[in-house]
């Protein structure tokens, strides 16, 4: 079975989402993992899904997820305009898996090579630890360097949680076999779960002078890590106070504006899992969330998606009592925008 009903917790744990997606009636021809138009935001040739080698299924689009890879989970919920975990939940009990002749056709699809999924994230973890430890610190006038001064301005130190590294460059061929495409200069990132373990690595592919690499995916994440929730810990708060955002410039151009530790979360979706580190639960009182201003396309109408999952991370961070803010620039966009406006506005 895809799915599975753990009694103990009383939760619905998808073991298959591609399959979970095929019984909710999406044709699996959608997610062949060829270039064509998004069902969500119609991007013409702007969407690509399926599965990743043996790994988790992801989706990609350049108009909904600004070119970046995210779950089955975050393309049910961008599709349908669900906000929460309890929306899409419900509507997998009521709808999906309440059709009967649609689950049969989902079991009867091709099945995929499974591998053990501990094992998996095992590997995963282990591959990042060894990454980071062959990076270094960024220097002066290095493609990092060269690219974070340009792309964010006032930004008079880098972070020493920010490294250079040489990295491999990945991407799957047409027929699903991983290629090893070229060696860059690259950004990473250290992402550590809630509990303080590292388990996510961001790699910004970059020209020797500092500028974007010419590829596919500028950015990426280890796929399949297992976690949900997770931080790229850049400093530590100050004062009790602690920022966060999803981009990585954007936590850098929030700091740079109000002289504070910010930390990227990758995406809305883990930023709207953030959990507060374990062993910092006392220390932390007051979290500034700065937003995306987004206009996502979806369906019938456009979104803001970075708010919605502010207001949504907010509203659970001040259950648990802490205090919350969330900014927002007043253009669409980011906090990175607009600092290069107020930076190129002369005085
Ligand atoms: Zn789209």
């Known amino acids: 079975m895809f799915y599975e009903y753990d009694e103990k917790t009383n939760r619905l744990i998808i073991k298959d989402w591609g399959k979970l997606l095929i019984a909710d009636g999406f044709d699996s021809s959608l997610f062949n993992k060829k270039h064509q138009d998004?069902?969500?935001?119609?991007?013409?040739?702007?969407?690509?899904?399926?599965?990743?080698?043996?790994?988790s299924w992801r989706w990609v689009c350049k108009g909904c997820t600004s070119s970046k890879y995210e779950s089955a989970y975050e393309f049910m919920c961008k599709h349908y305009g669900f906000t929460s975990a309890t929306q899409l939940f419900k509507h997998i009990y009521q709808q999906t898996l309440s059709n009967e002749v649609a689950v049969k056709k989902a079991l009867a699809a091709p099945k995929r090579v499974e591998e053990n999924s501990a094992e998996r994230i095992e590997k995963s973890l282990r591959a990042t630890a060894f990454l980071w430890g062959k990076s270094r610190q960024v220097r002066e006038n290095d493609p990092v360097w060269k690219y974070l001064n340009r792309r964010v301005p006032g930004l008079t130190q880098i972070p020493s949680d920010i490294h250079y590294t040489k990295a491999q460059y990945w991407e799957t061929d047409s027929s699903d076999r991983p290629q090893h495409?070229?060696?860059?200069?690259?950004?990473?990132?250290?992402?550590?779960?809630?509990?303080?373990?590292l388990v996510q690595m961001h790699t910004t592919y970059l020209t020797e002078d500092g500028q974007k690499a010419p590829v596919e995916n500028v950015k990426k994440t280890r796929p399949g890590c297992g976690f949900g929730s997770y931080a790229f810990r850049i400093g530590m708060p100050r004062d009790?106070?602690?920022?966060?955002?999803?981009?990585?410039?954007?936590?850098?151009?929030?700091?740079?504006?109000?002289?504070?530790?910010?930390?990227?979360?990758?995406?809305?979706?883990?930023?709207?899992?953030?959990?507060?580190?374990?062993?910092?639960?006392?220390?932390?009182?007051?979290?500034?969330?700065?937003?995306?201003?987004?206009?996502?396309?979806?369906?019938?109408?456009?979104?803001?998606?970075?708010?919605?999952?502010?207001?949504?991370?907010?509203?659970?961070?001040?259950?648990?009592?802490?205090?919350?803010?969330?900014?927002?620039?007043?253009?669409?966009?980011?906090?990175?925008?607009?600092?290069?406006?107020?930076?190129?506005?002369?005085?």
């Open 38 to 55: 998004c069902p969500i935001c119609g991007a013409v040739k702007g969407f690509r899904a399926g599965y990743i080698g043996n790994d």
């Open 181 to 197: 495409l070229a060696d860059y200069d690259a950004m990473v990132l250290r992402g550590y779960s809630p509990q303080g373990q």
């Open 240 to 347: 009790g106070v602690l920022g966060l955002s999803e981009g990585i410039e954007t936590a850098l151009a929030a700091s740079v504006l109000y002289d504070m530790t910010v930390w990227p979360c990758h995406s809305s979706s883990v930023l709207q899992n953030f959990e507060v580190p374990d062993d910092m639960k006392t220390e932390i009182r007051q979290i500034i969330i700065f937003a995306d201003n987004d206009r996502s396309k979806i369906r019938d109408g456009v979104r803001n998606t970075g708010l919605l999952a502010a207001n949504a991370l907010a509203k659970r961070l001040r259950m648990q009592g802490y205090r919350v803010r969330i900014m927002m620039t007043a253009k669409v966009g980011d906090f990175n925008d607009h600092l290069n406006n107020v930076a190129s506005v002369p005085f």
